[in-house]
């Protein structure tokens, strides 16, 4: 890739999938000694490492080694000169001299955690000191071959001040504790299973904590604990729960049992991503951990419950079994985000969960895989690995896992996953074993479906259906076409698993359902025996990520949406209506026309609120509108003031004719304020009233405002406040907005991070006038710091998806966001360039607000000294 020679002061460097080489050194252990002294750490790492066979006598080892200053070189004890090393380039210390087969390396580097504002290596987050270095952040600890094929068994000592840093943790087990004098102690931990360096971690810090132990079936008692910060351990028994339940889940559901003696998390408030699997010591984000019924909503419960069950299921698929080099990061992300899918659905409710996956899947992925960042889930090449942990890696990846499951069966599904196991356990692997681990434990052939690992894009089938009542069959054409992606102009086809069903007028399917295998451009598909013309449902469940497309009337769809036996399809039927009535209104609002709502709308939305025996969780969601980006996908150029337009006028003209029905299903959802319940029932009674309030909201009636100022001042529930808050923060009521914020900051989220963030998000995604304006004066608030992520992402990030207001046609929203990603960069790289990716979809834009972006991007790419992060996100993005 040619770097603009305004990125001089590194040049960003592009890595390919193609180019994967062994090492020619392994290393086999790793004994660390870890001294943390107030501003400053010194870290000693003793590697014992081997020549590959096969590889030249003469190779030099090369270690990665970055942000470390190197003191001294020892080969096996003695100290090398400052000849027989040297950094041949940034971030390499390469051993010059003659290595034996075996040998034994020491390095001793010096190391700033304080100063380290990239939260990537070792570093401090409030008064702690943690690590985080998947992908690449051993190398900031100590000089190592710093890759995931890399496995070796690591020995730590840490040693620190004992009254700052009472508790001092590591991977695996511990193997002893002392004191050395001078408020000085030790602990040394010793991890028993081979690893790579990207799972290693250390905590030192004066932290609380809950313990529980979990009993394993082969009767293995685990000790279990969750540590936080002091003030914290009232938020943690939630979190405990979900990961007993995932033990005991993964277990029953896939044999798979837990391997150490000690499994523990501790939750820090500085950090990049949700959280990180590293063995035996996973390090949570505070957003994923916490949650007590006084500050965490359902979603708060939900995403606490998801992640602690990813990071758990990690130990099987990532940790024990991990990825050969990082293009195949979806081996262990797409396998373990399917993973903790399906705990989540056995946990809560399957149907609910499947919407809920699916409404990320569109919102982030697809309109990722219709822009310049499109890259298949399998990259084939990278410039900083940290930009791949994408929606389309991890989300995408998890769907490729998913139709597996729906081609093989879960039973086939399951052998697959035994297989996989007993070959390679204890390995780094590729995304091609684990595709041969599902053909060969199933005797099936695979090969086309490689195709889902190669190329990009979001695939589209389109059907055509005909029925011939003489000879009672049925006939289903469907062809399939992908657009292109970058490097990527023509597609071949995929091997799609498409669920059908073909229903009776009476509601009923009229033939068993079936699981087409369409591998072809285009292919027939026959049913026989189908007694009646039927209604088809196709891609029941969503059984692969595509676009469906299907003439049909909108009496069909509300047909659908009443009598589908899949919840999937029913839901899939209201949102397709809701799509073409928004869009064109879309159409009407550009065209200065009358905007209108179908009656066969308001009918479908109405019986659904009518429904009483109905899960209310599916209610709701039957009855919330696709969302913008999600809508926007479906445009060929996206108008944001049209688009907000039609949605508004859409929730409004529904509210005016279903008015009566709103509130009374408002009213008959209340719950009792005690006791405080989060089962399947009451959040679902939750999630439907707070629907109506909005539909309610949309009318600007004072009679509702108060009602929802009620809901904002008196609940006692975090949905139900920030549902009410967030919706008078975009209410044009100053008053009811100005007393319902100050209520949800005086009295909960002053001194507590994560509701500052929610307070954060509402006013930063708001639809009022003063937006940008609001989002400044965040910045200036005395609880807003732009170093951490957190608050970054409840400012920034929200703001870049706020559709209306980011997207002004002035383009300050845009210039707004580059200054800000231009502040973060020289502290973070990876959150900058996260934010960098909100550009990304320009192209899907009108003409001037194209220009308006390119401008930015340009603007960031000139900048010298922009991260090499940033970089790849803005120089790709502008790429045709
Ligand atoms: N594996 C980590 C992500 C690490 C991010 C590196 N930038 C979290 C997870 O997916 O479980
Ligand atoms: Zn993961």
């Not at 030790?186 to 360096?197: G, M, N, Q, T």
């Not at 029953?252 to 500085?270: C, K, P, Q, S, T």
């Not at 990278?382 to 879960?410: P, R, S």
């Not at 295998?517 to 029941?540: D, I």
Request: charged content about 30%.
């Amino acid at each position: 890739m040619a770097a603009s020679s305004a990125v001089a002061t590194e040049q960003p460097v592009e890595k390919f999938r193609k180019d994967y080489k062994e090492p020619d050194y392994w290393v086999r252990n790793v004994d660390l000694l870890i001294q943390i002294h107030d501003g400053q750490t010194t870290v000693r790492g003793k590697l014992s490492a081997e020549r590959r066979k096969g590889a030249q006598e003469s190779a030099t080892l090369r270690l990665d080694a970055e942000d470390v200053e190197v003191v001294s070189v020892l080969l096996n004890g003695k100290e090398l000169s400052s000849s027989d090393y040297h950094f041949p380039e940034k971030d390499v210390l390469e051993i010059k001299c003659g290595l034996p087969d075996k040998f034994e390396l020491e390095t001793v580097v010096k190391i700033k955690p304080e100063d380290n504002t990239q939260l990537s290596g070792l570093y401090k987050s409030s008064s702690m000191y943690c690590t985080q270095c998947e992908a690449e952040g051993f190398r900031r600890i100590t000089p190592m071959l710093d890759r995931p094929d890399v496995m070796a068994k690591y020995k730590v000592r840490i040693e620190a001040d004992q009254k700052s840093c009472p508790v001092l943790l590591s991977n695996g087990n511990l193997v002893s504790k002392g004191e050395m004098g001078e408020g000085r102690h030790f602990a040394e931990w010793e991890d028993p299973f081979p690893k790579p360096s990207y799972l290693f971690a250390v905590v030192a810090g004066d932290l609380g904590s809950i313990k529980d132990t979990f009993t394993t079936r082969s009767g293995r008692k685990v000790a279990l604990e969750i540590f936080s910060e002091h003030a914290n351990v009232d938020q943690l028994d939630w979190a405990m729960q979900s990961l007993k339940d995932s033990m005991k889940w993964d277990e029953e559901r896939f044999g798979l049992e837990y391997d150490l003696d000690i499994y523990n998390i501790v939750a820090v408030n500085d950090f990049n991503m949700g959280a990180m699997e590293n063995k035996g010591l996973n390090v949570f984000n505070t957003a994923c951990v916490l949650a007590k019924p006084s500050t965490a909503t359902d979603s708060d419960y939900e995403r606490v419950q998801g992640v602690i069950a990813h990071e758990y299921f990690h130990n099987w698929t990532g940790n024990r079994v991990t990825c050969r080099d990082w293009f195949q990061l979806t081996l262990k992300e797409g396998l373990t985000v399917f993973r903790d899918q399906q705990f989540s659905a056995d946990m809560t409710s399957e149907a609910v969960k499947r919407i809920e996956d699916v409404r990320i899947l569109r919102a982030a992925q697809f309109p990722q895989d219709d822009s310049p960042m499109a890259h298949p889930i399998r990259p084939e090449s990278y410039i900083a690995m940290d930009n791949f942990y994408t929606a389309t890696v991890y989300n995408k990846g998890a769907e490729v896992i998913g139709m597996y499951q729906t081609l093989l069966g879960k039973e086939g599904f399951r052998k697959g996953m035994d297989l996989y196991f007993k070959r390679h356990d204890g390995t780094a692997v590729t995304c091609d074993d684990f595709r041969a681990a599902m053909a060969d434990a199933n005797g099936v052939d695979l090969e086309q479906f490689e195709r889902w690992y190669t190329q990009a894009g979001t695939p589209t089938v389109e059907a055509k259906a005909s029925y011939s009542a003489d000879k009672q069959r049925f006939e289903l054409v469907l062809s399939q076409s992908c657009g292109p992606s970058p490097g990527q102009p023509t597609k071949q086809p995929y091997h799609i698993p498409v669920r059908v069903g073909l229903i009776g007028k009476d509601g009923k399917d009229l033939v068993p359902e079936r699981v087409l295998e369409l591998k072809e451009a285009s292919q027939t598909f026959v049913f026989e025996g189908v007694k009646e013309e039927p209604v088809v449902s196709l891609l029941r469940g969503f059984s692969a990520p595509v676009n469906v497309k299907l003439p049909r009337s909108d009496e069909e769809l509300a047909f659908l949406m009443a009598n589908d036996q899949d919840s999937f399809n029913r839901w899939e039927a209201g949102q397709e209506l809701f799509t073409r009535s928004i869009l064109a209104n879309v159409k009407a609002f550009q065209d200065g026309k009358d905007m209108e709502l179908p009656q066969v709308i308001v009918d479908a939305a109405k019986r659904t609120l009518l429904l009483e025996d109905i899960d209310k969780s599916l209610q709701a969601y039957a009855l919330t509108l696709p969302s913008l980006l999600t809508l926007g996908a479906k445009m060929d150029v996206i108008d944001p003031d049209a688009l907000v337009a039609a949605c508004k006028f859409v929730k409004e003209s529904m509210a005016k004719k279903l008015r009566a029905e709103f509130e009374t299903a408002y009213k008959s959802n209340q719950l009792p304020s005690e006791p405080f319940r989060n089962d399947a029932d009451a959040v679902g009674r939750r999630r439907i009233k707070n629907v109506c309030l909005d539909y309610l909201m949309a009318l600007k009636e004072d009679k509702y405002t108060k009602l929802c100022l009620d809901q904002a001042l008196q609940s006692t529930a975090m949905t139900d406040l920030v549902a009410a808050t967030s919706l008078l923060a975009g209410s044009s009521d100053e008053a009811a907005r100005k007393q319902a914020l100050e209520n949800f900051y005086e009295k909960h989220a002053k001194g507590n991070d994560l509701i500052l963030c929610k307070w954060f998000t509402m006013q930063a995604m708001a639809d009022v006038t003063t937006s940008l304006s609001d989002v400044g004066a965040l910045l200036q608030h005395p609880d807003f710091s732009l170093k951490n992520p957190n608050k970054c992402r409840s400012v920034i990030g929200a703001f870049a998806g706020n559709m209306k207001h980011f997207h002004a046609a002035d383009g300050s929203g845009y210039r707004w966001l580059t200054d800000r990603i231009l502040d973060i960069d020289k502290m973070n790289p990876q959150m900058s360039a996260r934010l960098v990716s909100s550009f990304s979809t320009f192209r899907r834009y009108d003409q001037k607000r194209q220009a308006l972006i390119k401008a930015e991007l340009e603007r960031l790419i000139a900048t010298s000294g922009l991260s090499r992060d940033a970089y790849e996100i803005a120089s790709k993005s502008l790429k045709a």
